[in-house]
């Protein structure tokens, strides 16, 4: 969180505690009430576009970033698949953006 906090410092957001506090309480709750079934966000809506952006963005900005991101989204990938939220060629397409990031 505080990575995020600081890459939204640097994108010029005044305040991302302010922005980060209600998306974080949200997805606490989800997780919590709702487990997988809560999943939100690109990968969970199958948006590969959206992941391909955000992937582009953290290379330019931070590659350390890059990883962790890669990495979390795979892993979204892989629960949202098997809790039949993405279907084979929606997650497959998101592994395909994902697989062009570094490792």
């Given at each position: 969180m505080v990575q995020a906090a600081d890459l939204l410092s640097q994108a010029g957001v005044p305040n991302p505690s302010?922005?980060?506090?209600?998306?974080?309480?949200?997805?606490l709750d989800n997780a919590l009430?709702?487990?997988d079934a809560g999943l939100?966000?690109?990968?969970?809506?199958?948006?590969?576009?959206?992941?391909a952006s955000h992937v582009a963005a953290l290379r330019e900005v931070s590659?350390?970033?890059l990883r962790a991101?890669?990495?979390?989204a795979r892993l979204t990938a892989d629960r949202a698949l098997a809790a039949g939220i993405l279907d084979p060629p929606a997650a497959q397409r998101l592994l395909d953006v994902l697989?062009?990031?570094p490792q």
């Open positions: 302010r922005m980060l506090t209600p998306l974080l309480t949200a997805a009430r709702l487990g939100t966000g690109p990968v969970a809506r199958a948006d590969a576009d959206t992941v590659p350390e970033a991101y890669v990495a979390l697989a062009g990031a």
